[in-house]
T-cell receptor, first 108, second 112 residues
Framework: QKEVEQNSGPLSVPEGAIASLNCTYS??????FFWYRQYSGKSPELIMS????GDKEDGRFTAQLNKASQYVSLLIRDSQPSDSATYLC????????FGKGTKLSVIP | GAGVSQSPRYKVAKRGQDVALRCDPI?????LFWYQQALGQGPEFLTY????????KSGLPSDRFFAERPEGSVSTLKIQRTQQEDSAVYLC??????????FGDGTRLSIL
């Protein structure tokens, strides 16, 4: 059974701070990992994809992958109230396995 | 439009009725996926198409669930004899080969 585990939160950070979201996965065969942002009542929106060990940066977002530890993380720098949402971690090739999501609240 | 389009956005049905949910993927995307998302949970995989071929239907919860994509573009997810536990948001996603999946806004299904 492939599993992706996330802390459900809520995670509260003040505006301007760094938000750190973490995820572990069970399937060592997974090659691709994704972070999706989901606002309440909306569809998941792709934020980051990462395929190899190390860091990948895109604007205020940095994804980190450690395949040996089966660990994926997402850092959001200079957090804004508009970043308040549920962040879903997913892994897999074509069939994605999602975590339950971490609810992030950025407090103005 | 440029994104994945799903219809209807909301569907209310009585227990025992059949429902059909439609997905219109991003133009040119060969891969199409259906997921089911219960309240407070992450999406769960239902089935996967590459063009018109259904390559994986391992996530369909019962034989009441059926999906098709006859011309390799629009897909329909059909649920027969609906039950209350079928109430969820049904998400469709599409992708180009080897690229990340992009999701539609989903259909919120409520079974009374």
């Amino acid at each position: 059974q492939k599993e992706v585990e996330q802390n459900s939160g809520p995670l509260s950070v003040p505006e301007g701070a760094i938000a750190s979201l973490n995820c572990t996965y069970s399937d060592r065969g997974s090659q691709s990992f994704f972070w999706y942002r989901q606002y309440s009542g909306k569809s998941p929106e792709l934020i980051m994809s990462i395929y190899s060990n190390g860091d990948k940066e895109d604007g205020r977002f940095t994804a980190q992958l450690n395949k040996a530890s089966q660990y994926v993380s997402l850092l959001i720098r200079d957090s804004q109230p508009s970043d308040s949402a549920t962040y879903l971690c997913a892994g897999g090739s074509y069939q994605l396995t999602f975590g339950k999501g971490t609810k992030l609240s950025v407090i103005p | 439009g440029a994104g994945v389009s799903q219809s209807p956005r909301y569907k209310v049905a009585k227990r025992g009725q059949d429902v059909a949910l439609r997905c219109d993927p991003i133009s040119g995307h060969v891969s199409l996926f259906w997921y089911q998302q219960a309240l407070g949970q992450g999406p769960e995989f239902l089935t996967y198409f590459q063009n018109e071929a259904q390559l994986d239907k391992s996530g369909l919860p019962s034989d009441r669930f059926f999906a098709e994509r006859p011309e390799g573009s629009v897909s329909t997810l059909k649920i027969q004899r609906t039950q209350q536990e079928d109430s969820a948001v049904y998400l469709c996603a599409s992708s180009s080969r080897g690229q990340p999946q992009h999701f539609g806004d989903g259909t919120r299904l409520s079974i009374l």
